[in-house]
């Protein structure tokens, strides 16, 4: 697995939704921000395949062909208005053994669109790229 740089921000404008977390872990959330992320990549050109739960958080599905490409959205811990994402791509054994695939250009591009994106979010501060 292979990640672009993560994001983190304040901001109200997104709430945990009742129930939630049962698809993740307790005091994981991430679905509305997930949701908001996707439709504004959506609007931007870029196919989004949906949303999926996980145990840290949201995935947004971004493709998965030749490789996994996804966005990881979350609060962080403890946090109802402290939120991340980052970009990650899922290579296959083989993909990572033979190097056929080179991630790098998929990652860069979303973190473009974050980087666009990211300061839309209404009310957002302390934008933070580690």
Sequence with gaps: MKTGPQVTFTSDFFKPIPGEDERTN???YGKAWATWLAERLQERGVT???GIPED????VMVSRKPFMLWLAC???EDST????VYPVAELSVTQRLFKRVDPAPELERLRV???EVVPLIPG???????
């Design 124 to 130: 957002v501060t302390n934008i933070v790229w580690e």
């Design 48 to 50: 989004v395949e949906g």
């Design 113 to 115: 669109h974050l980087a």
């Design 81 to 84: 208005n402290e939120w991340m």
């Design 56 to 59: 840290f958080g949201w995935i």
């Design 26 to 28: 307790p005091g994981c």
């Design 74 to 76: 979350s609060n962080t």
